[in-house]
């Protein structure tokens, strides 16, 4: 294990921060990894103004794309070759496996990379002419950015707003969940050395942990925070929404889910299986497109139900740490207690519990926040268990009669984020995806990512996208240039 960061970056400066402090814990062990003291809602404000100075710095301000694509690439080179301690820092902090703490990892660095080409390219526009003058439309850096992320992936969530906001130009204050500050503190610290290699103002990226109640609010609060994105809860997000629409500045929210996975009666049986599996139990169901609501034919429902369930069943649940470990702890102890409350819930509402449904028992999971990977059924889509937003292992099977009362039940949601479909009919899932209401859908596939491809909400799932070769642009602000190509004056005056 690395030597875990307590220190935290404000204004390009690492100290330890003035507010409360805050203990993370392993949540396979529930012993205490380190104590971080947070930022102040003052180092808030102090980290803003520095940003905002060095964003004006024309070491960074006349920085010529190109020039600034390098920078990227060697955040990238660098965060790859600390792959292996990030991914050790995170499997510490939140629990997740090794070998998927490796991948978001990796992913980080290649976001970086990604963003890095995707600058290179970016072209600003002649536009057509309409008069005696060329048109211009380019593009400028909007100044201070605050980057507001989740607990459950922390170091990809981080690349996917930092890398884009520094290509535009920008200045970052980031924010990680008070529960898992310490991969974000240490890609801060491969991201200030990059900033200094290059000769650029650290306070470029500034990383404040702390509650949402102060670090958050007087981040996004801050009038010289001008553009806010954020991953998180809904109702946070509506929050952000109105200060944001107060304030007049742009905002990017990636909210919650409760994604359907569909199983039609053609689906290769062995490859849906897999995929559904994945789709909600990998992270510990930790993931806001996990497969959460699974809708399987009726006339395969009970053989393909009963298969899954045996699967689950085999399922090796473990710390992060161990090679074997396929589900490993909640994040929390009171993350674990939430999720438990809404499998008590769903009995309440008629619920037969198949598999799961409490705690592991045994010595090697008394201390931490292990729950049983859990599958349910006999439920409708209209109770509160098959509504509402669960982030656990916690999956609701439900059987469907004909497409049309698939699309209606599995659209039937305040969310819309994802959605899996499992089929061999090409044409059946053309017709099914364009007709769900969810800002991705995979086919034959799930939970896969690519940083060339935008990734967005609907409905409560969100607002903006992020991703693609538009995530540079969704951080910077367009201008229109006129240059007048006439020797005669104006004529209204004559």
């Not at 990030?86 to 496996?97: H, P, R, S, W």
């Not at 958050?216 to 609060?221: E, K, T």
């Not at 009963?306 to 993350?335: C, S």
């Amino acid at each position: 294990m690395p030597l875990l960061p307590t220190d935290i970056l404000i204004a390009g400066q690492w100290r330890r921060g003035a507010g409360e402090p805050l203990d993370t814990v392993d949540p396979a062990t529930g012993r205490v990894l380190a104590t971080v003291h947070s930022a102040s809602a003052a180092e808030v404000a102090e980290a803003a103004e520095a940003a905002a100075q060095a964003v004006a710095d024309p070491a960074w301000r006349d920085m010529l794309a190109h020039e600034r694509a390098r920078l990227l690439h060697r955040i990238a080179e660098l965060t790859e070759e600390a792959a292996p301690e990030l991914a050790a820092v995170q499997t510490a902090d939140t629990g997740k496996t090794l070998t998927e703490t490796r991948a978001l990892a990796l992913s980080a660095a290649g976001t970086f990379r990604y963003m890095a080409a995707a600058l290179e390219t970016a072209e600003d526009a002649v536009t057509p002419s309409r008069g005696p003058y060329v048109t211009m439309s380019v593009y400028e850096p909007i100044g201070v950015v605050g980057a507001i992320n989740p607990w459950n992936s922390p170091v990809a969530s981080d690349a996917q707003k930092i890398a884009p906001a520094l290509a535009a130009g920008n200045a970052v204050l980031l924010k990680p969940a008070a529960w898992t500050p310490l991969v974000s503190l240490a890609l801060g610290r491969l991201i200030t050395r990059a900033l200094d290699e290059f000769g650029l103002p650290t306070a470029l990226l500034s990383v404040l942990p702390g509650s949402g109640r102060i670090v958050g609010d007087a981040l996004v609060r801050h009038p010289l925070v001008a553009r806010i994105g954020f991953t998180g809860g809904t109702e946070t997000g509506r929050s952000i929404a109105a200060i944001a629409g107060e304030k007049l500045v742009p905002a990017s929210l990636e909210l919650g889910g409760k994604s359907p996975t569909i199983v039609r009666a053609d689906a290769d049986i062995e490859q849906a299986l897999a995929g559904v599996l994945f789709g909600i139990f990998s992270s510990s169901g930790q993931s806001c497109i996990a497969g959460s609501r699974l809708f399987v034919a009726r006339e395969i429902y009970d053989t393909f139900v009963g298969e899954l369930v045996e699967r689950v069943r085999k399922l090796r649940v473990g710390p992060g740490t161990d090679p074997a470990t396929q589900v490993g702890p909640l994040v929390h102890h009171r993350h674990r207690g939430s999720v438990a409350a809404y499998v008590d819930l769903a009995r309440s509402e008629g619920a037969r519990v198949l598999c799961g449904g409490s705690a592991p028992q045994g010595e090697r999971y008394q201390d931490g926040a292990y729950y049983l990977p859990t599958v349910l059924d006999g439920l409708a889509n209209t109770s509160r268990t098959c509504q509402e937003e669960i982030f656990g292992p916690v999956l609701v099977a439900l059987p469907y009669d004909d497409e049309d009362d698939l699309v209606r039940q599995a659209n039937d949601s305040v969310y819309g984020l994802a959605c899996g479909i499992w089929t061999r009919d090409l044409r059946a899932a053309w017709r099914i995806a364009r007709r769900i209401e969810a800002g991705t859908v995979w086919i034959n596939t799930y939970k896969q990512f690519s940083a060339s491809t935008p990734f967005s909400g609907w409905k409560d799932s969100g607002l903006g996208t992020e991703k693609g070769r538009d995530a540079i642009r969704a951080y910077q602000r367009q201008k229109s240039l006129y240059w007048g190509t006439s020797d005669l004056p104006l004529p209204w005056a004559n």
